[in-house]
Every structure is written in structure tokens, then in C-alpha cells.
């Protein structure tokens, strides 16, 4: 999605009526001087041995998407003609209401990065696509599978279906790139559908935060780029791609100078672990931060309003297990300074799930360090869906079973103590708790000798278990027939 900046300029008439009633004389004297191009140094004569050299590389993206769209009683209006910041304010506004499914094309731009046919872009440009289509270069075109995709940097894999054998034209991402404000820089895509495109500019600025994603420090370039350049290449002048053209700001969705770029060592990132394992599995702490102003910096008796204030944690997750608390000002993160909340989403984001992280932390004016084990982030939906419904106490995963703390509904209902013991929500049909007799709607009540409460104590006591040398742990269960012991093997959790 773009993002939209209403600008209007206007200039005086008087302005132009001087620029229309110069003397034609004046003109002609200065055009009998000899002719001198200056060009700036360091400036190409031309971009186009570098735009021929590259555009084979890059595409256009044809999607056809579904996507569901709603109103009050359900009557799904017509919105084709609707300009898109409207469209947008009624998606705000009925969220919640009966969805009809829209059919529409998205256009947008990639690049081949492997001979093989794998292609980068958006994920706005292929989510929720039932078809896509690619089109190189010389006009051939061929449909397109997804990889993987991962929202929150705005990235997504592709990958040609052909029986043809044919080694495409490709290019690399930068993945240490050494972008100073002020380079040239050359981007490439599909602007309005109309193919093949390119245009050059300078980078504007550098590490620019953006509301819209947290996960990004974008490169902000001037080089022209408009609706349909979103997932292509921004190329520096050795031909290394070293942005992902994504998101503008603009006042109609064209051209102002303004456009956005996810730095290339960012995508790499991302591009790897989608090759890999067709997700990303970002580092989780399991808390909810906001910036450190100058009010909560007083309240706190410090000095410096940085950081990231904790506001709450969720239960049983990697923080609750540490030994975080409510209030705590979360100042580095494995030695590297922590300015705000969003640095320390992105610097945890970037790190595996289960690595172990140390946390610089001020507690009550002192300094104390915690190290955390991170967990894997749930998706969008599940964090949206505990922040609404109020709770903390996340669905997770253990041994295929998907469990949650029960509550007083599911204790009463067994009999057992209350705040005690974790529903299974759901379980894989070949995971071992199901060839052992696991349902939904059971109960685990303990695990190794330890009464369960929250999934942090089931973690707790894998681990410990792990650490004593054992090969399987024991998990009390409770169901409508009684308690029974079940073994589950610990090289499955």
C-alpha cells in the first residue's frame, strides 16, 4: 500500500508572465556563445550501458487477487472507480463486518536473483493472489508460484513454472551495502502497466523510519518511481541491487520525488531464510513496548528519554520467562544501544527464534542484564487477537499440540484446580500425542513432576528435562476418562 502526502504548490501569475516576455534578443545573443556541457564529477554520461546490462533481469507481475471486502448486512459495494484512500477509509471502518470476495488485478514489478527462475518483490503486490503472471522483458510471459512472503518487510518470493529449460537473467542483491546519501542510483520496474521502465536519481536519505513498517530502515531516493514500481530494483551504479522499490508518498499515487527502498542487506535476509523454509522466523521477545518520552523519563528519575518501556509481557512467553517486568527500560540489545521501541522490534526481529539474547535493562534506576531465549513471533492475527481480546496468554506449540492456559470453564468443568493446567487446542494427525490418544479439549496438568499454569512452564520443563540427559518427558493428561501419564519424546518437542 501507498502511503499518500497532500501537496500543492502554486505560482504567482506575475512569475510567469516575466518567464513568457524575456527578450527573444537576449536569447539569441547567449545561444551564439560555443556550446559546453558541464557534467558533475563522478556522474555517468550515460546510465545506458548499466540499464541494458540489467533490464533482462527485471519483470512485470501480473496478479489477479481475491480479496474480501464488506459493509453493514453484508452488501459488498463496488469500488473499482473509488480512489484508494476512500477505499481504504471504509476497510477501517467495517472491519469486523460480513466479507464478500473481490476480484481485482495488482501490477507491480521483480528481478530474477537465480538462473533458475526465483523472483523478488512486495508482498502487497501478490497477497492474496489466486494467479500470477510474469512478464520478461522480450514479451514472453509465464505464470508464478509463491515461495513465501513475509508481510511485515513487505517481501515475497517467486518462482517461474515452465518446462522450459532456460537459464534467466539475473542479478544480485548487495548484502553489505555502503549507501551514502547523495549516490546515483538507477530504478528499473512496470510503472501503470507499461512495461519496462527506467529512471535515474540520487539517494535522498538513509535509515529512514516510516510508521507504516517498523521492520525497515528504508533508503528514501528521488529517482522517479510510481504505482507499478513496487518490488522492483533499485540498482547502484556497478549494477548491484541494493533496494526494493516499495512504498512513495505521493498525493495521487504518482511521482514526487519521495520514493522508499528496503535496503538489500534487509531483503537478503528475508530472500534466505524464504528460500530455505518458505517463512521467517523472527525472534520473539513476548512484550509490549512504547517509546521512552520525556514524561515517562521523569517518572522513572532518568536522564535520558531512550530506550523501550515495557508496558506489559505477555504470560509463559521468552520476557515472562527471563525475568522481565512491567516498567523495565530495555537499553541494549547484545551490547548495541536500544534508542527507541522500534529499534528494538527490528534488532529482535532480525535474530533467530531460539537464540539466546542478552538485554541491557534499567529496573527501579538500576542497571541489571537479562538474558532471554527468543521464541518464534506468532503471526499478525494471533498478536492482534490477544491485544483485543485483552489477554496475554498465547496459543503455542509443543510436541504438535497447539495449547493455551485453561480456563475457568475447562478447570470446572474437569474438576481440577483452578488457573491450573493447558487446553490442547488443536494437534498435528501425525504428531506423537496424537498416536497416543491426545484429543482436543484435553488437559495437560503437569509435566516432569511440575504443575503446568501458563506454556513457559511446559518449556521450563522440557528444558529441564533436556538438561538431566532425559530422552522423553512425562505430561499428566486429563480427559473425560480420568488422569493417565503419557511419555512424549523430547527430540519431537
Given amino acids: 500500500m501507498f502511503s499518500r502526502l497532500r501537496l500543492v504548490l502554486t505560482l504567482p501569475a506575475t512569475a510567469l508572465a516575466l518567464t513568457l516576455t524575456t527578450p527573444v534578443a537576449l536569447a539569441q545573443e547567449e545561444t551564439s556563445l560555443p556550446f559546453s556541457a558541464a557534467v558533475p564529477t563522478g556522474a555517468p554520461m550515460s546510465f545506458a550501458d548499466l540499464i541494458e546490462e540489467v533490464s533482462p533481469s527485471v519483470v512485470s507481475i501480473n496478479a489477479r487477487i481475491s480479496a474480501p471486502m464488506g459493509m453493514?448486512?453484508?452488501?459488498?459495494?463496488?469500488?473499482?472507480?473509488?480512489?484508494?484512500?476512500?477505499r481504504e477509509w471504509f476497510e477501517r471502518q467495517f472491519p469486523n463486518q460480513p466479507q464478500q470476495p473481490r476480484e481485482g488485478r495488482s501490477l507491480g514489478s521483480g528481478f530474477f536473483i537465480s538462473a533458475e527462475g526465483?523472483?523478488?518483490?512486495?508482498?502487497?503486490?501478490?497477497?492474496?493472489?489466486?494467479?500470477?503472471t510474469v512478464a520478461l522483458s522480450d514479451g514472453e510471459e509465464y505464470p508464478a508460484e509463491v515461495i513465501g512472503t513475509d508481510p511485515l518487510t513487505d517481501i515475497a518470493l517467486l518462482r517461474l513454472n515452465t518446462d522450459e529449460e532456460i537459464a534467466f537473467s539475473f542479478v544480485t542483491l548487495d548484502r553489505n551495502p555502503t549507501i551514502r546519501v547523495g549516490d546515483w542510483v538507477v530504478a528499473v520496474g512496470n510503472p501503470f502497466g507499461l512495461g519496462g521502465t527506467a529512471t535515474a536519481g540520487i539517494v535522498s536519505a538513509t535509515g529512514r523510519e516510516l510508521p507504516t513498517n517498523v521492520y525497515n530502515n528504508f533508503l528514501?531516493?528521488?529517482?522517479?518511481?510510481?504505482?507499478?514500481?513496487?518490488?522492483?530494483?533499485?540498482?547502484?551504479?556497478?549494477?548491484?541491487?541494493?533496494?526494493?522499490?516499495?512504498?512513495?508518498?505521493?498525493?495521487?499515487?504518482?511521482?514526487?520525488?519521495?520514493?522508499?527502498?528496503?535496503?538489500s542487506n534487509i531483503a537478503a535476509n528475508i530472500v534466505d531464510q524464504l528460500m530455505?523454509?518458505?517463512?521467517?522466523?523472527?525472534?520473539?521477545?513476548?512484550?509490549?513496548?512504547?517509546?521512552?518520552?520525556?514524561?515517562?523519563?521523569?517518572?522513572?528519575?532518568?536522564?535520558?528519554?531512550?530506550?523501550?518501556?515495557?508496558?506489559?509481557i505477555v504470560a509463559g512467553g521468552p520476557a515472562a520467562?527471563?525475568?522481565?517486568?512491567?516498567?523495565?527500560?530495555?537499553?541494549?540489545?547484545?551490547?548495541?544501544?536500544?534508542?527507541?521501541?522500534?529499534?528494538?522490534?527490528?534488532?529482535?526481529?532480525?535474530?533467530?527464534a531460539g537464540t539466546e539474547v542478552t538485554f541491557n535493562v534499567i529496573r527501579d534506576n538500576d542497571e541489571i542484564v537479562l538474558r532471554a531465549t527468543l521464541g518464534d513471533r506468532p503471526?499478525?492475527?494471533?498478536?492482534?487477537?490477544?491485544?483485543?481480546?485483552?489477554?496475554?496468554?498465547?496459543?503455542?506449540?509443543?510436541?504438535?499440540?497447539?495449547?493455551?492456559?485453561?480456563?475457568?470453564?475447562?478447570?470446572?468443568?474437569?474438576?481440577?484446580?483452578?488457573?491450573?493446567?493447558?487446553?490442547?487446542i488443536d494437534l498435528q494427525a501425525d504428531s506423537e500425542g496424537a498416536q497416543k490418544g491426545l484429543r482436543p479439549g484435553d488437559l495437560l496438568?503437569?509435566?516432569?513432576?511440575?504443575?503446568?499454569?501458563?506454556?513457559?512452564?511446559?518449556?521450563?520443563?522440557?528444558?529441564?528435562?533436556?538438561?538431566?540427559?532425559?530422552?522423553?518427558?512425562?505430561?499428566?493428561?486429563?480427559?473425560?476418562?480420568?488422569?493417565?501419564?503419557?511419555?512424549?519424546?523430547?527430540?519431537?518437542?
Wanted: no cysteine; net charge negative; hydrophobic share 40%.
Fill in 321 to 352: 520467562r527471563a525475568g522481565f517486568q512491567r516498567m523495565d527500560v530495555i537499553t541494549a540489545v547484545n551490547g548495541q544501544s536500544v534508542d527507541s521501541s522500534a529499534e528494538l522490534t527490528r534488532r529482535v526481529g532480525s535474530i533467530g
Fill in 276 to 312: 530455505a523454509d518458505g517463512r521467517v522466523a523472527r525472534g520473539w521477545l513476548g512484550v509490549q513496548i512504547q517509546n521512552v518520552t520525556d514524561d515517562i523519563a521523569e517518572g522513572l528519575g532518568l536522564e535520558d528519554p531512550r530506550g523501550a518501556f515495557v508496558s506489559s
Fill in 445 to 493: 496438568l503437569e509435566a516432569g513432576g511440575e504443575t503446568l499454569t501458563n506454556p513457559g512452564d511446559l518449556q521450563a520443563a522440557i528444558d529441564a528435562a533436556r538438561e538431566d540427559g532425559r530422552s522423553a518427558i512425562l505430561v499428566l493428561v486429563q480427559n473425560a476418562s480420568g488422569q493417565r501419564y503419557v511419555a512424549l519424546t523430547l527430540d519431537r518437542a
Fill in 72 to 86: 453493514p448486512g453484508g452488501v459488498a459495494p463496488n469500488m473499482e472507480g473509488m480512489p484508494p484512500q476512500f
Fill in 118 to 132: 526465483h523472483i523478488v518483490t512486495n508482498n502487497h503486490v501478490v497477497e492474496n493472489a489466486t494467479e500470477i
Fill in 220 to 263: 528514501q531516493i528521488d529517482a522517479p518511481i510510481n504505482r507499478g514500481n513496487s518490488g522492483g530494483p533499485t540498482f547502484n551504479l556497478d549494477g548491484e541491487v541494493v533496494g526494493v522499490n516499495s512504498q512513495i508518498f505521493s498525493p495521487s499515487g504518482g511521482n514526487v520525488g519521495i520514493g522508499f527502498a528496503i535496503p
Fill in 379 to 424: 503471526t499478525e492475527t494471533d498478536l492482534n487477537t490477544m491485544q483485543e481480546s485483552g489477554t496475554t496468554q498465547p496459543e503455542v506449540t509443543f510436541f504438535g499440540m497447539q495449547v493455551r492456559p485453561a480456563g475457568d470453564d475447562m478447570t470446572a468443568r474437569f474438576g481440577v484446580e483452578a488457573d491450573s493446567g493447558l487446553v490442547i
